[in-house]
């Protein structure tokens, strides 16, 4: 493949646009020639000394109508201001902090530090409405500084160690002095390096007698949390360790199950002994049905009920039907002829006749397997009766 060449006319061409702004791409379609062809050449007339790079460009260069969003604007206002990247990212909760990062160091790239920069190329209409919103996010927010501390700046590290080993979270501590939540984090991280703090975060007195009254009036561990403003995990461990010191006495392990009295009981023993369905029984002692399986489950491990058989929802025995059905079974009738009897299928009446086998109703019946000599197969393939 032979690289595309571009002549003296386009090369002033190519300066020119370079010059006004344009992209690589928008160079590339009026001179019909690939972006990395433009971006070899561009480089070369740069060692040429032909072209200076846009970043080191005079102050009020022509900037990428693309870039200059409205989060932009309100950003570079902030930075008029005298706000740094940390604090504008507190304020400014359009975008994250990390792009807000980039949009300062856009601004140092371009040479651009004022509004004034830009305005001939923002309409007057979304300047003043990106000022009133600055002016708004400032009065909503006036505990945030303009110099919040970055990397590199100085943080107050006696007291946010003092907040950590107090059982506070990294997040609240950062929110609280209005820190960027990393650096925190780096701070506590030496801190445990020289030994100065420790990975296990201490209670103080106040916190451990609340706990200790809240448990006993029956919240939960996500509520005492809230209340101490510690996480979960370290609320139920200094319970446990509470509770091993004979503090606190262990909590029984409630459940949302409704509770059932012994005559409840024995009727759902007998309603499920007598082959209802779980909706059924549900209906009739006013719960829901997964009460009642859950109830059931639990008798069954007890051994006080037995486990019965599938039963098909479709179709229902009435007492009379059950009778015949047990009368048929004990005269020795075939499965698919007290199917054809009662108009059911053959698997309904296999899965009902063991149900009652299991319920003691029937006794099972030996299977009697038809025995044939060897004398009438000889007859049979011979076509003789």
Known sequence: MTKKKIGTNETKWLIDMYNSGRTYKKIANKLNVSDKTIANYVKLLIKQGKIIRRDQGKVGQRMHPKNMTYSYLIDLILMEKGYNYISAGHLNTRIDQTNVKKHFNNFKKWGISKVEDISDRVKNETLTNAYNEVDNLIKSNPDVPKELP???????????????????????????????LNSVRSVIARARKSGRVTKKKNITDNQSKLLVKLYNEGQSYKKIARELNISQATATKYAKQL??????????????TIHFSDNEIEKLIELYNNSLFYKEIARSLNVSESTVKKRVKQLINQGKLKKRLHITRAIRFSDKEIKSLIDMYNNGLTYKEIAQALDVSKGVITSRVNLLIEQGKIIKRPRYKKKINCNEIKLLANGEE
């Open 243 to 256: 509770v091993k010191q004979g503090k606190i006495e262990p909590r029984l392990q409630t459940s949302n």
């Open 150 to 180: 970055g990397r590199g700046q100085r943080l107050d590290a006696s007291a946010i160690l003092h907040l950590y080993c107090a059982g506070y979270k990294t997040i609240y501590i950062a929110k609280h002095f209005s820190y960027p």
